[in-house]
């Protein structure tokens, strides 16, 4: 069965960076698309960045356009986001979701991973 | 950017039906997904493409999608349907795609 697992959440200075990982199995990580969601406590969910199966298609919210840098390595079935100058705002559950292909939706999420910036 | 409209909270008794809608500026035109968000949990995708349940999603949760608004009706409301639902669109800007999601409905089984 597909299985997400973050890591690398933590508490942050504000400015300062962090990288969070996406290990992913039970799926062809290689053919599909991925996804960085977040959400801030007690707020709704919040798209952050896309990448193509192939690591050539890149996009972000503007929210955090050039500060977070979303990439991948097919060889080790895993998905990151870099993140730079971060922002007390920037404080939420980080999600990796796979997209079934499309620009379409998160057919599966993770159980998310934690970044306080304080 | 597109802004989806959801009514921040929606009550049911059980047994009945709940239905929980998401606005959005001609939002018959795109697909509409949605999520179940439980406390404490990641979310899990519902419905996808306006109406299509994912393989273990009960038939009770049913989706719809005309004009400028879409809805996710959940029929025959049990306890263990309380939760937060979010829908969601993809939304192709000039510029690049984005992907939008709705503020959240808590839905609250009496």
């Known amino acids: 069965q597909v299985q997400l697992v973050e890591s690398g959440g933590g508490v942050v200075q504000p400015g300062r960076s962090l990288r969070l990982s996406c290990a992913a199995s039970?799926?062809?990580?290689?053919?599909?698309?991925m996804h960085w969601v977040r959400q801030a406590p007690g707020k709704g969910l919040e798209w952050v960045a896309f990448?193509?199966?192939?690591?050539?298609?890149?996009y972000y919210a503007d929210s955090v356009k050039g500060r977070f840098t979303i990439s991948r390595d097919n060889s080790k079935n895993t998905l990151y986001l870099q993140m730079n100058s971060l922002r007390t705002e920037d404080t939420a559950v980080y999600y990796c979701?796979?997209?079934?292909?499309?620009?379409?939706?998160?057919?599966?999420w993770g159980q998310g991973t934690l970044v306080t910036v304080s | 950017s597109y802004v989806l409209t959801q009514p921040p909270s929606v009550s049911v008794a059980p047994g009945k039906t709940a239905n929980i809608t998401c606005g959005g500026k001609?939002?018959?035109?795109?697909?509409v997904h949605w999520y179940q968000q439980k406390p404490g949990q990641a979310p899990v995708l519902v419905i996808y493409y306006d109406s299509d349940r994912p393989s273990g999603i009960p038939e009770r949760f049913s989706g719809s999608n005309s004009g400028n608004t879409a809805t996710l009706t959940i029929s025959r409301v049990e306890a263990g349907d309380e939760a937060d639902y979010y829908c969601?669109?993809?939304?192709?800007?000039?510029?690049?795609?984005?992907?939008?999601f709705g503020g959240g409905t808590k839905l609250t089984v009496l």
């Open positions: 001609n939002i018959g035109s795109k697909s």
């Open positions: 969601q669109v993809w939304d192709s800007r000039s510029d690049h795609p984005d992907w939008v």
């Open positions: 979701a796979k997209d079934p292909g499309l620009y379409s939706y998160f057919d599966h």
């Open positions: 039970g799926f062809t990580f290689s053919s599909s698309d």
């Open positions: 990448i193509s199966y192939d690591g050539t298609k890149k």
